[in-house]
């Protein structure tokens, strides 16, 4: 490389480490909201991110920019024939992918999270053995599915490890929590321009908005809302976003948002209290407030989210979901150790997916056994007990939050695909266990009693740490 481009090169690496990077692709992904330019947006990030990954091994500042994508391409529904013309550009940024991982190379460290991936790994790959047809099983929804969810997830695994390093986990979580808080802000962004957007129609229903991205934009919210809620710790106000999430949340018109977020949003209020001693008289009393509040105001919020509220109860709203239950169980009979597979598309007659897209069960549990059998049943037992191991020998108020989140995915997941969409919601998941391990009881024991910041802190993360305070 020459000095020219080095210098070019070290210029992007400090400014892609600064809040000014992480603003700035905030800003831009609010202008692609705003003009509607999905298709546009995705390429002038998929270039950006190209360009990180060549310059900079800093991961986590490279995952916002692919969290704000994951967020406003999810308006694009039945998409495929549009974004599928852009497939080409998988030759660059997998040409940019190596150049990072020779310009940075970085041993994979195996951490507790490496077998029960591993195990899932198997499960995916084997599920449907003994029914699933080799044309089912080699096309190309099926090997991007399998891949994902199983071995694909292992290397994306492998090089989280490799990139994320224990000995300055703390400014790596703490950047995490304000990347997550900001993914948060824009979730928030997005439901209100588009109500905005909408304002006399809901001023002539006074009843939420019909949107088909609810459940997507309800999910995210949910993944980012513990964040804010942790940030406050340090600077209190950042807890009116972490409201503004629960609220653009019930905004969303999701059943599983308003069931399982108001669930997520009381173990946020539950863990924030706990936590935050500095704050917690505060806390408590802008808590009882709303409390009161709602109280006063019961009888037009619930008649502003009486629309969300008669679907939960209506029988016809449910009919798809629990006749896809009830197939589940047949398909788990009809191959009890390998289950189905991912591929089996005899339950189109109930749900008719759209292109490129699975026959999903729409439920975790039913998709386990339906998809995988008994042998997956046990796979997946088996990285939900390592993943509780590592949380509960690393408690701490980062690690709770971690936690909540991860709940909060597991929640939505009983009635969406959820984690079983390789990419935003798995990868997500993968990353945040990452980092989760990373955090073993030395530094759990610096979080509780609050110490000061780490001496390996850079002038970046300086820069981050003194946004907080």
Not at 60 to 87: A, E, G, H
Not at 353 to 378: D, E, M, N, R
Not at 388 to 416: G, P, Q
Not at 455 to 469: A, G, Q
Request: hydrophobic residues 50%.
């Amino acid at each position: 490389m020459t000095e020219a481009l080095k210098k070019i090169s070290d210029t992007v690496s400090r400014f892609v480490g600064t809040v000014s990077f992480l603003v700035s692709m905030f800003v831009l992904a609010c202008i692609v909201v705003v003009t509607h330019q999905p298709v546009i947006g995705l390429m002038v990030f998929l270039w950006i991110g190209i360009i990180v990954l060549i310059c900079s091994d800093d991961l986590i500042s490279l995952f916002f920019p692919f969290l704000l994508v994951s967020v406003f391409l999810i308006k694009c529904f039945n998409s495929y024939d549009t974004f599928i013309r852009l497939i080409w550009m998988v030759i660059p940024f997998a040409a940019a992918l190596v150049i990072n991982l020779i310009r940075f190379p970085r041993k994979a460290v195996l951490g507790p999270s490496f077998t029960g991936i591993l195990a899932v790994s198997v499960a995916v790959t084997l599920g449907g053995l003994g029914k699933i047809t080799p044309s089912e099983f080699f096309s190309g929804v099926s090997v991007y599915y399998t891949l994902g969810l199983g071995f694909g997830m292992l290397a994306a695994y492998l090089f989280f490890s490799g990139r994320i390093k224990e000995e300055t986990i703390k400014k790596t979580g703490e950047r995490f929590a304000l990347i997550m808080t900001l993914v948060a802000a824009f979730c928030c962004f997005m439901v209100l321009e588009h109500y905005i957007e909408n304002i006399s129609a809901v001023i002539a229903t006074k009843s939420l908005l019909d949107f088909q991205w609810r459940n997507n934009i309800a999910t995210m919210l949910m993944l980012s809302m513990p964040f804010p809620f942790y940030l406050s710790e340090k600077k209190n106000p950042y807890i009116a976003l972490g409201i503004l999430t629960y609220i653009c949340i019930l905004f969303s018109g999701s059943r599983g948002g308003l069931i399982f977020g108001t669930v997520e949003f009381a173990l946020c209020l539950i863990y924030d209290v706990v936590y935050d001693r500095s704050h917690r008289k505060l806390n408590l009393a802008v808590f009882s407030l709303l409390l009161v509040l709602v109280v006063i105001s019961s009888q037009d919020i619930f008649g502003f989210l009486s629309k969300t509220i008669d679907r939960i109860f209506e029988f016809k709203e449910n009919k798809i979901r629990l006749g896809l239950m009830r197939r589940a169980v047949d398909d788990f009979k009809s191959n009890p150790l390998f289950g189905r597979g991912l591929a089996y598309f005899g339950n189109r007659d109930i749900h008719r997916s759209v292109k490129f897209a699975l026959c999903w069960y729409h439920s975790s549990p039913f998709q386990v056994i339906g998809s995988f059998g008994i042998f997956g049943v046990v796979c997946y037992l088996f990285q939900l007990a390592l993943r509780l191991k590592i949380f509960f020998e690393r408690i701490s108020f980062f690690t709770c939050t971690l936690c909540v989140s991860w709940v909060a995915l597991e929640m939505m997941s009983l009635v969406n695909p959820g984690v079983f969409c390789p990419v935003p919601y798995l990868l997500l998941l993968t990353l945040m266990f990452t980092i989760m391990e990373k955090c073993d009881k030395v530094h759990v024991k610096s979080d509780n009693a609050q110490t000061g910041s780490d001496d390996t802190e850079t002038e970046n993360d300086n820069l981050i740490r003194s946004d907080l305070k």
